[in-house]
């Protein structure tokens, strides 16, 4: 006889799944045609289940504004032989902002934001702004296994 277990993560999965960051992929809504989406690093902070990335920005981005567009984030990875994935959907805030400078120092000081070098060019010439996701949903699965 065999016994399925719930694919959905429990609160506590999910946090330790995200840590204090990692990689994963961010999706930009645009006009007209497919999401903008980049592989960017992450900080995330379970006090508030606050995502901060640290963006790259040029006057030529195909990125655009970013402040108040709507994101979705994934990141995905395996544990124990299982794939996992959290999925969040929300808007970005831009972190210079008075109304959430002071909550982003404080966030930002507990998590793991990996720089990660992608770009053709020396990091110090390219321009970086923080940006905020507070999620609207959450979604976070792992792989069913079923035992014998």
């Known amino acids: 006889m065999s016994h399925d277990h719930p ?4 609160d506590e999965e999910r946090i330790a799944f995200l840590g204090a960051g ?8 645009t006009q007209r045609g497919p999401p903008h ?12 289940g606050a995502f ?15 402040a108040g567009r709507p994101a979705t984030f994934v990141t995905y990875g395996q544990a124990d032989d299982r794939w996992q994935s959290v ?11 008075g109304s959430i400078a002071i909550e982003t120092l404080e966030g930002l000081r507990g998590v793991d934001l990996q720089y990660v070098d992608i770009f053709g060019e020396p990091l110090r010439t390219v321009e970086f ?5 507070t999620p609207d949903t959450v979604g976070a699965r ?3 296994y079923t035992e014998a």
Do not use: C, H, I, W
């Not at 040029?58 to 655009?64: E, L, N, V, Y």
């Not at 999925?87 to 902002?97: A, I, K, P, S």
């Open 52 to 66: 901060y990335f640290r963006l790259a920005v040029a006057p030529d981005s195909r990125k655009g504004d970013l």
């Open 87 to 97: 999925v969040v959907q929300g808007e970005l805030e831009d972190t210079t902002e």
């Open 142 to 144: 792992r792989e069913s």
């Open 7 to 10: 694919n959905e993560m429990t």
């Open 22 to 29: 990692g990689t994963g992929v961010l999706s930009l809504n």
């Open 129 to 133: 702004e923080f940006y905020r996701l």
């Open 37 to 48: 989406s980049v592989p960017v690093s992450y900080g995330y902070d379970s006090s508030t």
